[in-house]
Every structure is written in structure tokens, then in C-alpha cells.
């Protein structure tokens, strides 16, 4: 597979231009590019202004597969970032995480293995200072506990998440087809404190080591190399489904081993209990505090 793409350099958004392509009836394999967006949006509807500095781009799919799989979908485009982070930053690889069902975040390295984070190492390649270790206090949290070296403070409220968000997915029906968006933090906007964040702590490439070049020519490289990533990705999961991808994404899920607590948007509790793998179908697995497993299929999950 190959992906006919098509880039702007300012839209209202790309999955806008996605779902007219979908009403006109064009075939799938159409990925829609634009270097600024003045409308952007994401799952659930949270709408948001996109300067230069993010990778945005969706893609016109129309998978003939069991609606049963669908909701897969997004896990698997959540994989077939991270592969495409991996290749362009090779020292991220074990950093690189996806969070079920639609972010990608990057672990703070205090907070892998030990022989994960001593691969990491604390500089950054930029000389900005800016790895996560060193920086976070720009980003305004770290992983739980005082940083190595004692330069945070134990306890202290600013210091509190153990990952950062690098990329949202969304995936909508339309017009009986798919509509998938995705947002990678490349390089941040030099007026990134007039953007909301919501709910989450943003990091970009540039401060992990993706900072050579003009930021076009990074924007687009991390563009291309998840078309190639999704490209080969794509037509599996068609043929065989999730099932050749979920030992991948277990190994590298964000939310292994931690309780969360699956919330819905009006902050009603759906389960909690300790993850411990994704079922088949794109579930998440959870393991109540007495040892009962259930499966949440919606919802946002809050680390606990």
C-alpha cells in the first residue's frame, strides 16, 4: 500500500479535507497534510487553534473488516507512530509509549527500568537542556518522587506525572468510512504558552533530540516515515486483525502494571483496578483490587 498524500499549508483541519474526500467518493489511501490548522480537533470534539511546529495529518481508510475490529484501529495507528518515532530517533525507542486508546507519551526516564533509563541517558542532543529529566520543570511535572540527583523536591504537586503527551489520534465514521487524524509534537510553537494543553503535559521532538534542519523539513520527515510505518501496518491488520500486534502493544503500553481508574466525561467512576495486557478486541484489561478482571471499552483512564 501507498499512500497518495496531499499537503497545505494552512486548513481548517485535515480531517475536514478527509471527509469531503470521503462525501466525493474517492478511494481509500488519501493522507491530507496542512503545516497549521485554524480549527483543529480531536476525540470527543476538543477543539484547539494548531500553530506551525505539529505534524498534522489524517488519512482516508475503508477497511472491508468486522465492525467488531474497528475499534482496533486506533491502537494500531498509535503503533505505527511510535515505530515511525523510533526509526527518526533511535535513542527514544524505549521511551516511546502508547497509552491506550489514542495518545502516544514519552516516559520520564526515571520512571522505566533501570537498564532502560540508563540507555536514555539525561542529555539532550540539542544542547537545550531540554530531556525530560533536566527539563520537565518547563513542562511543569516529572515522574512521581524526587528526581535522581535530588534536583526535585519528593511530594512536591509540580512533579507528579510520569509521561508527556507527544501525540493524539482521532477516529471517526464517516459516510460509511474512516477518518483518522493524528497530531505529533515536533517542535515547540515559539508562542506554545498561548496554547492550551488540556489535560495534559505536551513534549516535543526537538527537545528529545529531532532538532536539525528547518522545521518544515522535520515536520514532513516525521509525516513520511508514518506513512511508511502505517503502510506496511495497515494491510495486516485488514487481513489478520489485532492479533499480530498486541504482544507489541502490551510491551510498550503506557499503562501496564499501573491502577487506573476509567472515567467517563462527566467524571463517573466505569472501572479502576491494575492493567495488565489489551484483549483481542481492543479492550483494556483491568484487575480489581480483588483479583476479578474487567474489561473497559470506552472511557478515560486516570493514573491513580
Given at each position: 500500500m501507498q499512500f497518495r498524500v496531499e499537503s497545505f499549508e494552512t486548513v481548517t483541519s485535515t480531517n475536514d479535507l478527509i471527509k469531503r474526500a470521503i462525501e466525493e467518493g474517492q478511494p481509500e489511501g488519501l493522507a491530507v497534510r496542512g503545516l497549521r490548522q485554524t480549527a483543529g480537533y480531536g476525540r470527543q470534539g476538543r477543539a484547539w487553534e494548531s500553530p506551525i511546529g505539529g505534524m498534522y495529518q489524517s488519512f482516508l481508510l475503508r477497511p472491508e473488516v468486522p465492525p467488531a475490529q474497528l475499534p482496533t484501529l486506533s491502537l494500531l495507528v498509535g503503533l505505527a507512530v511510535r515505530r515511525a518515532v523510533a526509526v527518526l530517533v533511535p535513542e527514544l525507542e524505549n521511551r516511546v509509549q502508547v497509552k491506550w486508546p489514542n495518545d502516544i507519551v514519552v516516559a520520564e526516564a526515571g520512571d522505566l527500568p533501570r537498564e532502560a533509563a540508563q540507555a536514555t541517558g539525561e542529555g539532550s542532543p540539542c544542547g537545550n537542556g531540554s530531556a525530560l529529566l533536566r527539563g520537565a520543570a518547563s513542562h511543569g511535572a516529572v515522574c512521581d518522587g524526587a528526581a535522581p540527583g535530588g534536583e526535585f523536591p519528593a511530594g512536591d504537586l509540580r512533579f507528579r506525572h510520569p509521561f508527556h503527551k507527544l501525540c493524539g489520534i482521532s477516529t471517526e465514521m464517516h459516510a460509511r468510512a474512516l477518518c483518522v487524524g493524528v497530531g505529533v509534537n515536533v517542535a515547540r510553537p515559539a508562542d506554545a504558552a498561548s496554547v492550551p494543553a488540556g489535560?495534559?503535559?505536551?513534549?516535543?521532538?526537538?527537545?528529545?533530540?529531532?532538532?536539525?534542519?528547518?522545521?518544515?523539513?522535520?515536520?514532513?520527515a516525521v509525516a513520511d516515515a508514518l506513512c511508511d510505518q502505517l503502510a506496511i501496518a495497515y494491510p495486516l491488520w485488514c487481513e489478520q486483525g489485532f492479533g499480530p500486534f498486541q504482544a507489541e502493544f502490551d510491551g510498550c503500553s503506557a499503562l501496564s502494571g499501573r491502577f487506573v481508574r476509567m472515567e467517563d466525561l462527566s467524571g463517573n467512576v466505569l472501572a479502576a483496578g491494575t492493567v495488565t495486557r489489551v484483549a483481542p478486541d481492543g479492550r483494556l484489561v483491568l484487575r480489581t483490587p480483588e483479583g476479578v478482571e474487567v474489561f473497559a471499552s470506552s472511557g478515560e483512564a486516570h493514573i491513580r
Open positions: 489535560k495534559n503535559v505536551p513534549v516535543y521532538l526537538d527537545e528529545l533530540g529531532f532538532c536539525e534542519g528547518p522545521v518544515e523539513d522535520r515536520i514532513n
